[in-house]
């Protein structure tokens, strides 16, 4: 009708960056359960469906365990997006032990801010350590090409992880060890 105003409705085209807050007691059933199936959607996309679970809940409970852990989840808009948990030791090392961004939230960047957050909170750290299978694809570019991390080892049946001997029995057919040294101006 003319002579009258029109309604004008503002849409956000970007979403806001998450927050990182640290995992309450409450948090963590999800938070495993988040961990587990984006895990297992990694798997899958490469290997197709599979009946066992990648991800076994007892390792994220060892990880959270660990002396010196942290972990965190990322919110947007009120829903746990991802999350890590970290062990940092006394000398200046630090541990990534997992590090998830929930399925159909990836490729978003959310990966990216835990990391940089990770990064910021503790900048102490003068190394940085990880693993990935050998198959992600996603995860190897995802730490080298966007987190800076480079590729130091590759462990596999005939050449084990010291500190997992038990998981080549599961061998994937190779796990990556990354690593990342932080510039000492930091």
């Known amino acids: 009708m003319q002579g009258e105003p029109?309604?004008?409705?503002?849409?956000?085209v970007e979403p806001a960056d998450p927050i990182i807050l640290r995992l309450e007691e409450s948090d963590i059933p999800e938070?495993?359960?988040e961990m587990q199936k984006a895990f297992q959607n990694g798997y899958e996309d490469v290997f197709g469906r599979c009946g066992e679970t990648i991800l076994p809940e007892?390792?994220?409970d060892d990880s959270l365990s660990k002396t010196n852990s942290a972990a965190y989840k990322a919110?947007?808009?009120g829903e746990t997006v991802g999350g890590a948990i970290v062990v940092i030791d006394s000398?200046?090392?630090g541990e990534l032990d997992f590090l998830f961004v929930k399925v159909g939230h990836q490729g978003k960047g959310i990966g990216q801010f835990?990391?940089?957050?990770i990064e910021r909170e503790y900048p102490e750290v003068r190394l940085w350590e990880t693993h990935t299978p050998h198959f992600d694809r996603r995860n190897i570019h995802f730490y080298i090409n966007r987190c800076g991390f480079s590729a130091v080892e590759f462990f596999t049946k005939n050449h084990p992880d010291p500190h997992f001997p038990e998981e080549e029995e599961n061998d994937f057919g190779g796990m990556f060890r990354f690593e990342k040294r932080m510039p000492s101006d930091q």
């Open 91 to 93: 000398n200046a090392r």
């Open 75 to 77: 919110v947007l808009n």
């Open 31 to 33: 938070f495993k359960t």
């Open 6 to 12: 029109t309604a004008v409705i503002a849409v956000c």
């Open 114 to 117: 835990i990391w940089r957050f």
């Open 58 to 60: 007892s390792h994220i």
